[in-house]
């Protein structure tokens, strides 16, 4: 999304900052768990991962509904897991989860949500200087982001 956004047609660098920075966390977050499983003595079984659908948003706005989906899915995934290490009477792993994960994704799930809905009332998609116009604001503390 980072890169889609940082192109010369759409040009919204701080949508384009505020990704990037997004993916790099989840990323982080991906290697954690995988550390977790090798401590444990665990296997890896990495799977393919899906592109998103649709992969050209057309705006931040689109950008920014596409993630919070995502974001609802993945927060779906580990309340499922801790629900699983539960079940299973693994205290650790729900532990792991509970630090690591979820309060998280709840706050990440409500940055998008605010985002989304404050895209909304300035008028996107219909007014493209609704996206102009917050793009110029750092979304998420967006000075502290890595370029694209």
């Known amino acids: 999304m980072s890169y889609y956004l940082d192109r010369d047609g759409v040009a ?3 949508f384009a900052r505020y990704f990037l920075h997004q993916s790099h966390e989840e990323m982080e977050h991906a290697e954690k768990l995988m550390e ?9 079984f990495l799977q393919d991962i899906k592109k998103p659908d649709p992969d050209d948003w057309e705006s931040g706005l689109g950008a920014m509904e596409c993630a919070y989906h995502l974001e609802k899915g993945v927060n779906q995934s580990l309340l499922e897991l801790h629900k699983l ?3 299973k009477n693994d205290p650790h792993l729900c532990d792991f989860i509970e ?3 979820l309060n998280e994704q ?3 799930i409500k940055e998008l949500g605010d985002h989304v809905t404050t895209l909304h009332k300035m008028g996107a998609p219909e007014s ?3 996206e102009y116009l917050f793009d110029k604001h750092p979304l998420g503390g967006g000075e502290r982001r890595a370029e694209p």
Do not use: E, F, P, W
């Not at 977790?36 to 890896?44: E, H, S, V």
């Open 128 to 130: 493209c200087m609704a």
């Open 99 to 101: 630090t690591h994960y």
């Open 85 to 87: 290490a539960t079940d």
């Open 106 to 108: 709840v706050k990440s």
């Open 12 to 14: 919204l660098k701080n």
């Open 36 to 44: 977790l499983q090798n401590q444990r003595g665990g296997q890896i």
